[in-house]
């Protein structure tokens, strides 16, 4: 199984970036997903998710700049990154949201300079 994220890179403050995470397996399309951040030395924090009926949450430091969708078709899931500051700067992933079943993949740098 992998979890293959990309879409990552430089990008100034104000500044925006679409990450898309595509799974190997079918069954990624049968979860709730979402997208993690993770920071060096701090825990991997949940980002934002999406259910099966395209229900989306975010954590309240990304909500109205982020915007998390699915497409099942291709076991894929979107991140589109607005307004981009320099606290979201980290490495982004995605798994199943309410429980990390697959393995985590490398993830997709995000680096925004102010």
């Known amino acids: 199984v992998q979890l293959q994220a990309s879409g990552g890179g430089l990008v100034q403050a104000g500044g925006s970036l679409r990450l898309s995470c595509a799974a190997s397996?079918?069954?990624?399309?049968?979860?709730?997903v979402g997208w993690f951040r993770q920071t060096p030395g701090e825990e991997r924090d949940l980002v934002a998710t999406?259910?099966?009926?395209?229900?989306?949450n975010y954590a309240a430091s990304v909500l109205g700049r982020f915007t998390i969708s699915r497409d099942d078709a291709e076991h894929t899931v979107y991140l589109q990154m607005n307004s981009l500051k320099s606290e979201d700067t980290a490495v982004y992933f995605c798994?199943?949201?309410?429980?990390?079943?697959?393995?985590w993949g490398q993830g997709t740098q995000v680096t925004v300079s102010s």
């Open positions: 798994n199943t949201a309410l429980r990390a079943i697959y393995p």
């Open positions: 397996i079918r069954t990624f399309s049968d979860y709730t």
């Open positions: 999406v259910s099966l009926s395209d229900t989306t």
